[in-house]
């Protein structure tokens, strides 16, 4: 994997965003392939050199679109007509059964989503709770033990029952399934637009780092 840190960004977490741009991309990075590249738009340039496909100067995020209103339609019994970029999300996928509609989406489309969280409340509770098993474990390890277990199993469980979503609207589903399944979410996933990879990592490295993207320059230091 990498080495080095975009600005202050730890190189753990740098490594767990390229295991996203190994699924999203379907490519695997070898040890210390990227050991060389010092900036983000080498980065860049090798990943889209790295990827072998025929390359199709097509928009991804129309084909997306068009794909998910699909899976919409045929999945949930939508009328085609009726679903734009601005459909909100709520009308789609209304609270009561959220998950079992997310689940049937996902079916058709073929991949995950990952749009559904737990509440803050429920999440932030069961982390707090993990970390106070961490702390008894020096002192009554029994208890630390079933804590973390607990802690462990909500958390999952928790993921699991989620039904809320940052997301409001299908255009924003749509700049996620791009983000995060490239490949996927094009109508031939054999092919790939090369031009769009910087985009694409741009939009990753900004919202997982929370940097804006003018400082994301081709010239802006893994290190």
Not at 96 to 105: C, Q
Request: proline share 2%.
């Amino acid at each position: 994997m990498i080495d080095h840190k975009l600005n202050n960004v730890d190189s753990e977490d740098i490594e767990d965003l390229l295991l996203k741009v190994e699924k999203s991309f379907d490519i695997k990075f070898a040890d210390f392939e990227l050991a060389n590249v010092t900036t983000f738009g080498e980065l860049c340039d090798h990943i889209a050199n790295k990827i072998e496909l025929e390359n199709f100067e097509d928009c991804t995020t129309q084909q997306a679109f068009y794909k998910l209103r699909q899976s919409i339609s045929v999945s949930l019994y939508f009328n085609v007509s009726e679903l734009t970029p601005a459909t909100s999300v709520t009308h789609i996928l209304p609270r009561p059964n959220r998950i079992a509609k997310v689940k049937k989406l996902e079916e058709h489309l073929g991949f995950k989503l990952n749009i559904l969280r737990p509440k803050h409340s429920i999440s932030g509770t069961l982390i707090l709770s993990l970390l106070a098993s961490l702390v008894a474990l020096f002192f009554q390890w029994k208890v630390g033990v079933l804590g973390l277990a607990i802690s462990i199993f909500g958390l999952w469980l928790a993921g699991k029952m989620g039904k809320e979503t940052d997301l409001t609207n299908l255009g924003e589903i749509v700049e996620k399934m791009t983000r995060e399944n490239y490949l996927k979410s094009r109508s031939n996933p054999r092919t790939f637009n090369k031009k769009e990879v910087e985009k694409v990592l741009m939009d990753l490295f900004s919202l997982e780092f929370d940097f804006e993207k003018v400082e994301l320059t081709r010239d802006a230091k893994l290190f």
